[in-house]
């Protein structure tokens, strides 16, 4: 926590005046007319270090592959796989890894997304506000990276997820990762131009 006081005075000033402003995909907060419900559907119900939806860590990639259809885009080397789907500014991915010579089966190591709807039981996800994040997980800064003009944080919990948090405080992806583990460290890293806070001097 001692690393997010910077951010969480501003934080808590922005949840208390508003829900969250009424903007472009970067800050992911979903539109006015979104159903609301009391909880998150279990196809988008994510469980830190455990499942994302029909994702689930170290399951078999295969079904949810066919499922999703061709990537956008993605990345492969060394029995390690990126896949990467875009739609209606949003963006899906499934990081795998397959332990070639023993199980050639593309497990499911890594899930990310910027939808809003995806979210814990508490409602931890894209559009929620940092103040609510670090209400309900102890985060550590573990990267960040440049999108445009705004400068988004990789802020990791030790349950098994981290959340891409925006200058306006707000989070605009999450990541399910195993726990403890931090999700920049990857071999196909999500975002391959993002700065680990030890290495440069944060912006």
């Not at 000033?13 to 539109?31: I, K």
């Not at 990276?145 to 605009?172: H, W």
Request: aromatic share 6%; charged share 15%; net charge neutral.
């Amino acid at each position: 926590m001692k690393n997010l006081l910077p951010f969480l005075a501003p934080a808590m000033l922005l949840a208390a005046c508003h829900a969250g402003p009424r903007t472009n995909n970067s800050d992911a907060v979903p539109p006015p007319d979104a159903p609301v419900t009391d909880t998150v559907p279990s196809d988008s119900l994510v469980t830190p270090g455990k499942s994302a939806g029909k994702f689930i860590l170290g399951a078999d990639a295969g079904p949810q592959l066919s499922r999703m259809g061709r990537p956008d885009s993605g990345d492969a080397a060394m029995g390690k796989a990126l896949a990467i789907w875009k739609a209606n500014g949003y963006e899906t991915a499934l990081y795998t890894e397959r332990n070639m010579g023993v199980d050639d089966t593309a497990r499911i190591r890594m899930f990310r997304t910027t939808l809003p709807g995806y979210g814990t039981s508490g409602k931890a996800g894209p559009g929620s506000a940092l103040a609510d994040l670090a209400r309900s997980f102890t985060l550590t800064q573990t990267a960040w990276y440049p999108e445009g003009a705004d400068t988004v944080r990789v802020l990791t919990a030790p349950e098994g997820i981290s959340f891409e948090v925006n200058q306006k405080m707000f989070c605009t992806g999450l990541i399910l990762h195993a726990p403890g583990a931090d999700p920049s460290s990857s071999y196909l890293p999500f975002h391959p131009g993002a700065v680990k806070p030890a290495a440069v001097k944060q912006p």
